[in-house]
């Protein structure tokens, strides 16, 4: 089954704590972003890989990293995260940047207290 | 962050009746894409759009590409009660390293049987 698995789903943790949220795809998908869920502002583009070892800021990078060794894998970094980061995070694919849609994961809700 | 201006916010419906719901913004988009978020999942898509003009279904939801390539509709016809969700829209912005997903804020849809 196609699936964009995204771990961990739900997160508590405290300001400072290092803590990466994994996504991983099995559709051997040359393209992959990560976006933050926040009320009222839909969804916003943090990071995106066009392929491995290629990656680029969306519009909010500011607080996060991302890499992109392998291709099914791109992990979402929050060196030090802040409560300002307590959001709804979702992992998305696709196969080609400009002709396929994008799969997205099923999210994990981060609260940094 | 760019954002789309989407519209309208909510609307609450009975069912049968049929929905529009809109994108427009400053900037011009390569894709427009629309998707449906029911609560606690990620998006999924129901319409891509790829041309400008075009104009595409998928069952009972049409959605078109304006011509000016900076604004876009979706239509419902004879909603359902499983039609209730969050429909987003988003536009694709790519080109040589550049490949960006901008979302709208959400129309919220409530279908009452």
């Known amino acids: 089954e196609a699936q964009v698995t995204q771990n961990p789903r739900y997160l508590i943790t405290v300001t400072g704590k290092k803590l990466t949220v994994t996504c991983s795809q099995n559709?051997?998908?040359?393209?992959m972003s990560w976006y933050r869920q926040d009320p009222g502002l839909g969804l916003r583009q943090i990071y995106y890989?066009?392929?491995?070892?290629?990656?680029d800021k969306g519009d909010v990078p500011e607080g996060y990293k991302v890499s992109r060794k392998e291709k099914r894998n791109f992990p979402l970094i929050l060196e030090s995260p802040s409560p300002n980061q307590t959001s709804l995070y979702f992992c998305?694919?696709?196969?080609?940047?400009?002709?396929?849609?994008?799969?997205f994961g099923d999210g994990t809700r981060l609260s940094i207290l | 962050g760019q954002q789309l201006n989407q519209s309208p916010q909510s609307m609450f419906i009975q069912e049968g009746e049929d929905v529009s719901m809109n994108c427009t913004s400053s900037?011009?988009?390569?894709?427009w894409l629309w998707y449906k978020q029911d609560p606690g999942e990620g998006p999924v898509l129901l319409i891509a759009?790829?041309?400008?003009?075009e104009l595409t279904s998928n069952g009972r939801l049409t959605a078109q590409f304006g011509i000016t390539r900076k604004d876009s509709f979706l239509n419902i016809s004879a909603s359902i009660p499983s039609d209730v969700g969050i429909y987003f829209c988003?536009?694709?912005?790519?080109?040589?390293?550049?490949?960006?997903?901008?979302f709208g804020t959400g129309t919220l849809l409530a279908v009452q049987p």
């Open positions: 988003a536009g694709q912005v790519y080109g040589g390293a550049t490949n960006k997903l901008i």
């Open positions: 559709m051997n998908h040359e393209y």
């Open positions: 998305a694919s696709s196969f080609r940047r400009n002709i396929q849609p994008q799969h």
């Open positions: 759009l790829y041309k400008a003009g």
């Open positions: 890989s066009m392929n491995v070892e290629v990656t």
């Open positions: 900037s011009i988009f390569n894709t």
